[in-house]
């Protein structure tokens, strides 16, 4: 099974939706992120948690809303979705920070999300 | 600011052929420096890293990169590219304060037969 696993894989959407994605994780990892990747814009952090309590936000939270539901769950809300947010969506893992060695990221399958 | 680029956005190699992806980092410090493919319709897998020691680092599918500190460099190399390399490749840039990553924008590979 995959260590890092995302649901849905692919969403359509409307504009005015709520919706809701989902990161799953088996590695046991203390940090979770959510990334969205653009064509010609790379990967784009959106929100980080470094355990259950700890979020913040990155370089492009606005729109955007996430929940630490457990060390293993990280999910990333659209309150109300518009087409400018149609990307694909990857969620991350890594070790709590103590050196290089845990500051490798792991990632999900990602999530295409439109939204019309 | 942290900032990576990968100034090719598309190259164009023959199978067989050998290969060098470029990225160039800005950033006061020596960094943490990442390789990731990402192949179509799939997330993005580690392919190798550099934190220390050696600049030479090896990764996997027989991938390798040098860390040039005089360059701020970091070069992805492959001696003979395969039709399954054929991929988007991104270079990030790791920050050991606040644990953050800085993607460079992608390189897409395509190789002909």
């Known amino acids: 099974d995959a260590d890092v696993t995302q649901t849905p894989r692919n969403r359509i959407t409307k504009t005015g939706k709520r919706i809701m994605l989902e990161c799953s994780q088996t590695?046991?990892?203390?940090?979770m992120y959510w990334y969205r990747q653009d064509p010609g814009l790379g990967l784009r952090l959106i929100y980080y948690?470094?355990?259950?309590?700890?979020?913040n936000k990155g370089e492009i939270s606005d729109g955007y809303s996430v929940s630490r539901q457990a060390q293993a769950k990280f999910s990333l809300s659209l309150e109300s979705a518009i087409p400018n947010q149609t990307a694909l969506y990857f969620c991350?893992?890594?070790?709590?920070?103590?050196?290089?060695?845990?500051?490798?990221?792991?990632f999900g399958p990602g999530t295409r999300l439109t939204v019309l | 600011a942290q900032s990576v680029t990968q100034p090719d956005i598309h190259i164009t190699v023959s199978e067989g052929a050998s290969l060098e992806l470029r990225c160039n980092y800005s950033?006061?410090?020596?960094?943490?420096l990442f390789w990731y493919v990402q192949s179509p319709g799939q997330g993005l897998q580690l392919l190798l890293k550099?934190?220390?020691?050696?600049?030479l680092v090896q990764g996997i599918k027989g991938f390798e990169a040098e860390f040039k500190r005089s360059q701020s460099s970091f070069n992805l190399r492959k001696p003979s590219v395969h039709w399954s390399d054929a991929a988007e490749y991104f270079c990030?840039?790791?920050?050991?304060?606040?644990?953050?990553?800085?993607f460079g924008t992608g390189t897409s590979l395509t190789v002909i037969p």
């Open positions: 990030a840039v790791g920050i050991y304060t606040g644990n953050q990553f800085y």
């Open positions: 550099y934190f220390s020691g050696d600049t």
């Open positions: 950033y006061g410090a020596t960094p943490y």
């Open positions: 948690s470094f355990d259950v309590k700890d979020i």
């Open positions: 590695k046991g990892h203390d940090r």
């Open positions: 991350a893992t890594s070790e709590e920070g103590g050196g290089p060695e845990t500051d490798t990221q792991y």
